[in-house]
């Protein structure tokens, strides 16, 4: 089996021998946790179809895996559990998913797809340490943020815009000119914009 470069890069921020997937999809990261020696390995997803694959995955590669028809962690027992992924949905969702949780877990590997600034500021108003914070491109470009029980660090307004590593992540860098480029024919028009204002001091520093 093999994964692709966004759940390599999210597998390898993983510690520990426990991990629940939410929102699994078809389950790889799952079935490639077990395969690496993981003890126990939950996966959770609100579609009872997507669930059915990552079982039927599972199978196909003889190993066993938990799993369990919710949304989110809603009723899930995180005994045992050292790392939550959750990728591919909205920032709010996440913040949902992780307000309503039973108990925090060590590590966090979270991959939102919108609402990121949102999801920054609820975890450092809530206590979690943040590790990484940055953006990879595997067809298009994805956040990626490592948090829970790590040191508390804190976020200039830049920071919390556009990522802690915004500045040294290539893939950052990218992203934020594109968006930059796509903004600048109208930027007049968004002069109150802060994030804009943002990106065009971002750009102007570079050249």
Same mark, same amino acid.
Not at 40 to 48: K, P
Not at 101 to 120: D, H
Not at 193 to 207: A, H, V
């Given at each position: 089996?093999?994964?692709?470069?966004?759940?390599?890069?999210?597998?390898?921020?993983?510690?520990?021998?426990?991990?629940?997937?939410?929102?699994?999809?078809?389950?790889?990261?799952?079935?490639?946790?077990?395969?690496?020696?993981?003890?126990?390995?939950?996966?959770?997803?609100?579609?009872?179809?997507?669930?059915? @694959?990552?079982?039927?995955?599972?199978?196909?590669? $003889?190993?066993?895996?938990?799993? +369990? =028809?919710? %949304?989110?962690? *809603?009723?899930?027992?995180?005994?045992?559990?050292?790392?939550?992924?959750?990728?591919?949905?909205?920032?709010?969702?996440?913040?949902?998913?992780?307000?309503?949780?039973?108990?925090?877990?060590?590590?966090?590997?979270?991959?939102?797809?919108?609402?990121?600034?949102?999801?920054?500021?609820?975890?450092?108003?809530?206590?979690?340490?943040? @590790?990484?914070?940055?953006?990879?491109?595997?067809? $298009?470009?994805?956040?990626?943020? +490592? =948090?829970? %029980?790590?040191? *508390?660090?804190?976020?200039?307004?830049?920071?919390?815009?556009?990522?802690?590593?915004?500045?040294?992540?290539?893939?950052?860098?990218?992203?934020?000119?594109?968006?930059?480029?796509?903004?600048?024919?109208?930027?007049?028009?968004?002069?109150?914009?802060?994030?804009?204002?943002?990106?065009?001091?971002?750009?102007?520093?570079?050249?």
């Amino acid at each position: 089996m093999e994964l692709t470069y966004r759940l390599k890069e999210i597998y390898s921020h993983l510690n520990g021998d426990g991990l629940a997937d939410v929102g699994c999809g078809h389950g790889k990261l799952c079935v490639w946790a077990k395969l690496n020696g993981y003890n126990r390995v939950v996966a959770t997803d609100i579609s009872e179809a997507s669930l059915n @694959k990552a079982v039927e995955l599972a199978k196909t590669y $003889k190993v066993e895996i938990e799993a +369990v =028809c919710t %949304d989110g962690l *809603k009723g899930v027992d995180l005994t045992g559990i050292d790392n939550v992924v959750i990728a591919g949905m909205g920032g709010l969702e996440i913040i949902n998913i992780l307000s309503v949780a039973r108990a925090r877990v060590k590590n966090y590997v979270l991959s939102p797809n919108t609402k990121n600034v949102e999801l920054r500021k609820y975890l450092l108003e809530n206590g979690y340490g943040i @590790k990484r914070d940055y953006t990879i491109e595997d067809g $298009k470009f994805y956040t990626i943020i +490592v =948090c829970g %029980d790590y040191p *508390k660090v804190g976020y200039s307004k830049a920071e919390i815009e556009f990522g802690k590593e915004y500045l040294s992540c290539p893939a950052s860098l990218n992203r934020l000119k594109k968006e930059y480029l796509t903004l600048k024919p109208v930027g007049v028009r968004l002069t109150n914009n802060e994030r804009f204002s943002l990106l065009k001091e971002l750009f102007d520093e570079i050249k």
